[in-house]
């Protein structure tokens, strides 16, 4: 094995395989893909419901078929993806320290990395359900796991905390291998997850739904036995008066989705407090030079195609830098980056940064997340201090749906954009 | 800790906590035959794995108590225990701190108190002094009484290390075995009925916790007397949010030592406990009210702690004698061959070495030979732990054993070959719990999601049963009820 290459990833999911694809593509010569798990594919061998590839490819493909058309592309341009290979370490110069059954402990060094490690789910100790400690409560993405790849069904009655893309999905997926789905509650007073998944996967499939609740006690020994929920306020404060107690024996958590980033944090990059990813730029790369990072780990996103198209410019500009630098140029960063501000109720906006030359001659795409719903006539506004610059309507806004703009080149213009430093964004509500 | 075709011994154990686990090692080091029996499916499972983990120095006991003398014995004898077991503990040393004048003039008392139980190297620190070495504490402190011989403890890992130890010296342990009944002859003990049939034995040594009362009662003795157990909640915090280096206590009350605040040997700040009477059987639970009433005490002593940081919350049982405040030991007057330890709640952890030496010397003084064997070995030796190896020995161990190369947490960075082992060793894990409370996976960010599938998998290859016989703590805590497309048992 090799010790030095172009482009190492971290992570052969949605993102990793397309920065991997893309690496290849723009110039790099070693490209090198390194996956925990024992398949290539992230979590997309497990998502076997459709949903994926209407953005990249106009069809409406299982994630597995997605996952194939990138690991069949990957081995066509030799990219080399070594599974069962869990990255433990990385510092800032970019040397990747992993362990692998076979090669054992080795270190490597990427002339650029790309993060793409995805993300994790929330869990129980994160919201803090007190009762008992029993069998049977789990993450909606482990049952995924255990049900479609392991082949094990973890229970037969189900309550489904979260409303969340996940959740819906399972509670079909449950529902198709003869469990009953009890319930699914949402402690929030609107769906968290796609309207398409709540009328496919619980509408479908005469799942009810309770907006507005939440679970706060697990009864049960050794198996869970019931849970106990509780309406709740705006601000999750539980309504005496409101307890039900449903009887089940599994409570599958859908509860939100986290960037994984221990790795990011070992390596010095700075993180994003409202996505909980990396702080990137419009070439996907981070605040240490030649790391670029992109998918799930730099934020949420609920269209994988999306993931991919991020994956493709980090992978891009990940091969520029690596080309660049093994010909003894010095990869080059704008001087003056101008950083993306959330205004009224946007929640995230990805990429934070972007170079005044990129405005003008590249263009960009940009993802942003509402904080609470809009329902009608919404504006997004693009802001030069005072000025509004841009602005785009909407039918809707929610925080379910990361809204993505592909921002051409001059979109965006007012004199002396160049010497900005902040463009902010908000989302009005016309009347 | 399986099957057994041996039904004689001459020392059955019942109850696999720490107090049985040390006894069981003592009495492995001489030519007897010993078995160690507990209920549940794993040693420890009950008030010793979760508890506030202080080795307390001991000048809280009333001066003259079993506790009192026990406790600044045992504080003692866990050096040379935790060093020859491999046993994480630190003697980190304790505060209670004093929030008012009268609270100030409370530490003086506890100092006399511990004078009197001899607790060596007591002092009241003042104000200024006690905050240099505790920025995080509340700035209305008056002062604290500082207790040098303190520490922190690993309390499951203490549990297992003895058991490890115990069974490498020959002594057998058997999970999931439950005793029923005692059988006697002319008022003298010789032998237990259990659900895995009888077996002989020429003592009964009683360490079997909140059950301990019912133990007695089979044998008529004290049948007055019944444990009343007690639950404590505890939270833990993220360990990159905020971390201390001291266990600090408020003054005690009628009621016991209070919340208290402190680290632990894995570095987290954990705050508890509460105390409430609860109804037995079931396991403890933890309640909304309970968390906020440990997090309200908590803040009185450190003001930075912050719900958000809570990483895991839990509760445990202490096995409290009700109005008998003192530990039971004792060969009772009424029947030969038993030896009773009851209501061992706190300073229960702290003694357990000692309340071990005072029972050998029981059995001694009964005409008991307990001399030692030659070739007993006093040694355990800690299993590697992956994540804290530096990189060239990391490289070293998945060389040597390539199961070390492949990672099954990915939050606390626990490999299979660590699974393994816990499996294979000689008390080794039977359930999940056993195997996530012996490696630490699963106690990280992700709690377990990532390792589930994984470790049902390992568990199944090595224990050889199939994956619907997996359990989290036990039989009915199955993990998985079946394969997908298969029908459903009517």
């Given at each position: 094995m090799k010790d030095i290459y172009d482009v190492i990833i971290i992570g052969s999911g949605p993102a990793g395989l397309a920065s991997a694809i893309e690496a290849k593509k723009t110039g790099a010569m070693d490209v090198l893909v390194l996956e925990r798990n024992s398949e290539a594919g992230g979590i997309l061998p497990q998502c076997i419901h459709n949903g994926f590839g209407?953005?990249?490819?106009?069809?409406?493909?299982?994630?597995?078929?997605?996952?194939?058309?990138?690991?069949?592309?990957?081995?066509?341009?030799?990219?080399?993806?070594?599974?069962?290979?869990?990255?433990?370490?990385?510092?800032?110069?970019?040397?990747?320290?992993?362990?692998?059954?076979?090669?054992?402990?080795?270190?490597?060094?990427?002339?650029?990395?790309?993060?793409?490690?995805?993300c994790r789910e929330r869990t129980r100790a994160q919201i803090r359900i007190p009762g008992m400690r029993p069998a049977g409560v789990y993450t909606a993405g482990t049952v995924q796991r255990m049900v479609n790849i392991e082949g094990y069904m973890p229970g037969k009655r189900f309550v489904i905390l979260g409303s969340g893309d996940i959740g819906m999905i399972m509670a079909r997926r449950l529902t198709l291998e003869r469990a009953r789905v009890e319930r699914v509650v949402e402690a929030m007073p609107y769906l968290t997850g796609l309207r398409r998944n709540y009328v496919q996967c619980l509408q479908d499939f005469d799942v009810q739904l309770d907006l507005g609740r939440s679970v706060i006690g697990v009864i049960g020994d050794k198996r869970v036995e019931a849970v106990k929920t509780v309406k709740v306020d705006e601000s999750f404060f539980p309504l005496p008066g409101t307890e039900e107690t449903i009887e089940c024996d599994t409570l599958l958590l859908s509860i939100g989705l986290i960037p994984e980033?221990?790795?990011?944090?070992?390596?010095?990059?700075?993180?994003?407090?409202?996505?909980?990813?990396?702080?990137?730029?419009?070439?996907?790369?981070?605040?240490?030079?030649?790391?670029?990072?992109?998918?799930?780990?730099?934020?949420?996103?609920?269209?994988?195609?999306?993931?991919?198209?991020?994956?493709?410019?980090?992978?891009?500009?990940?091969?520029?830098?690596?080309?660049?630098?093994?010909?003894?140029?010095?990869?080059?960063?704008?001087?003056?980056?101008?950083?993306?501000?959330?205004?009224?109720?946007?929640?995230?906006?990805?990429?934070?940064?972007?170079?005044?030359?990129?405005?003008?001659?590249?263009?960009?795409t940009l993802g942003l997340r509402a904080q609470t719903p809009m329902e009608k006539n919404v504006l997004i506004e693009i802001l030069a201090g005072p000025t509004v610059i841009k602005s785009y309507k909407e039918n809707y806004v929610r925080p379910a749906e990361m809204i993505i703009k592909n921002i051409k080149p001059n979109e965006w213009f007012c004199p002396g954009i160049e010497e900005l430093s902040v463009i902010e964004i908000r989302l009005i509500e016309m009347e | 800790m399986g099957n057994l075709t041996e039904k004689k011994f001459d020392f059955i154990i019942a109850g696999a906590g720490i107090i049985g686990v040390?006894?069981?090692?003592?009495?492995?080091?001489?030519?007897?035959?010993?078995?160690?029996?507990?209920?549940?499916?794993?040693?420890?499972?009950?008030?010793?794995?979760?508890?506030?983990?202080?080795?307390?120095?001991?000048?809280?006991?009333i001066p003259g108590s079993l506790k009192a003398e026990l406790n600044v014995r045992g504080n003692k004898l866990w050096e040379e225990t935790a060093s020859e077991l491999e046993i994480p503990f630190k003697r980190t040393g304790s505060y209670v701190v004093a929030m008012g004048g009268t609270e100030f003039t409370m530490l003086e008392e506890l100092y006399r108190r511990g004078i009197t139980n001899s607790v060596p190297g007591l002092r009241i620190l003042s104000r200024d002094e006690f905050l240099t070495r505790e920025p995080l504490i509340n700035h209305l402190a008056r002062g604290a009484l500082y207790a040098p011989t303190a520490g922190v403890i690993d309390p499951f890992t203490a549990v297992v290390a003895a058991a490890e130890n115990a069974v490498t010296n020959s002594a057998v342990i058997l999970t999931g075995t439950e005793l029923k009944g005692l059988n006697l002859q002319d008022s003298k003990i010789t032998?237990?009925?259990?659900?895995?049939?009888?077996?002989?034995?020429?003592?009964?040594?009683?360490?079997?916790?909140?059950?301990?009362?019912?133990?007695?009662?089979?044998?008529?003795?004290?049948?007055?007397?019944?444990?009343?157990?007690?639950?404590?909640?505890?939270?833990?915090?993220?360990?990159?949010?905020?971390?201390?280096?001291?266990?600090?206590?408020?003054?005690?009350?009628?009621?016991?030592?209070?919340?208290?605040?402190?680290?632990?040997?894995?570095?987290?700040?954990?705050?508890?406990?509460?105390?409430?009477?609860?109804?037995?059987?079931?396991s403890p639970d933890t309640t909304s009210e309970g968390l906020a009433e440990v997090l309200k005490n908590a803040t009185r002593l450190v003001p930075s702690l912050k719900t958000s940081d809570v990483i895991a919350e839990f509760a445990g049982i202490r096995a409290s004698g009700g109005d008998h405040r003192d530990f039971i030991i004792e060969i009772p007057q009424v029947i030969k061959g038993m030896i009773n330890l009851a209501g061992i709640d706190s300073p229960g952890f702290a003694s357990a070495p000692a309340i071990a030496e005072r029972v050998m010397e029981f059995l001694i003084e009964a005409g008991e030979d307990l001399e030692l064997?030659?070739?007993?070995?006093?040694?355990?030796?800690?299993?590697?732990?992956?994540?804290?190896?530096?990189?060239?020995?990391?490289?070293?161990?998945?060389r040597k054993n390539p199961a070390y190369g492949r990672i099954v947490c990915r939050c606390e960075e626990v490999t299979e070959g660590e699974v393994i082992e816990a499996i294979k060793s000689p008390a080794g894990a039977r359930t999940y719990d056993g195997i996530k409370r012996r490696t630490w996976l699963g106690t990280g960010r992700c709690q377990g999601s990532f390792d589930y599938p994984r470790v049902i998998e390992i568990m199944s290859r090595e224990l050889g049963i199939p994956v619907t016989e997996i359990t989290k703590k036990g039989a009915g805590s199955e993990l998985v009820l079946r394969h997908t497309k298969e029908k459903e048992a009517v």
């Open positions: 209407t953005v990249l490819f106009n069809k409406d493909m299982p994630g597995p078929s997605y996952a194939e058309y990138f690991t069949d592309e990957a081995e066509k341009y030799g990219i080399n993806i070594l599974t069962d290979t869990a990255v433990i370490d990385m510092t800032p110069s970019r040397h990747v320290y992993a362990n692998n059954i076979i090669s054992g402990f080795i270190e490597l060094k990427g002339r650029a990395v790309v993060l793409a490690m995805g980033n221990e790795l990011s944090l070992k390596a010095g990059i700075e993180l994003d407090p409202l996505t909980g990813g990396p702080v990137v730029d419009d070439k996907m790369e981070t605040n240490v030079d030649g790391i670029f990072a992109a998918g799930n780990a730099v934020t949420i996103y609920d269209v994988a195609d999306y993931v991919s198209l991020a994956g493709y410019t980090a992978g891009k500009n990940a091969a520029i830098y690596a080309v660049k630098l093994k010909n003894n140029m010095i990869a080059y960063r704008h001087p003056n980056m101008i950083k993306i501000t959330c205004g009224y109720n946007v929640r995230s906006v990805v990429p934070q940064y972007v170079s005044p030359e990129t405005l003008s001659a590249t263009g960009f | 040390i006894i069981a090692r003592e009495l492995s080091k001489t030519k007897n035959r010993i078995l160690l029996i507990d209920k549940e499916a794993d040693i420890g499972m009950g008030a010793s794995s979760a508890n506030s983990a202080i080795i307390h120095a001991g000048y809280d006991p032998g237990i009925k259990t659900n895995r049939g009888d077996f002989y034995t020429r003592w009964l040594i009683n360490s079997a916790g909140v059950q301990a009362d019912s133990i007695m009662h089979m044998a008529g003795v004290r049948p007055e007397f019944s444990i009343k157990p007690r639950r404590g909640e505890y939270l833990i915090f993220d360990a990159s949010r905020i971390s201390l280096n001291n266990v600090l206590f408020p003054v005690p009350t009628d009621k016991g030592k209070g919340t208290l605040v402190s680290t632990t040997v894995h570095g987290n700040v954990m705050i508890g406990p509460n105390s409430m009477e609860i109804d037995w059987p079931g064997r030659k070739d007993y070995n006093p040694r355990r030796v800690a299993p590697p732990c992956f994540h804290k190896l530096s990189h060239r020995e990391k490289a070293e161990l998945v």
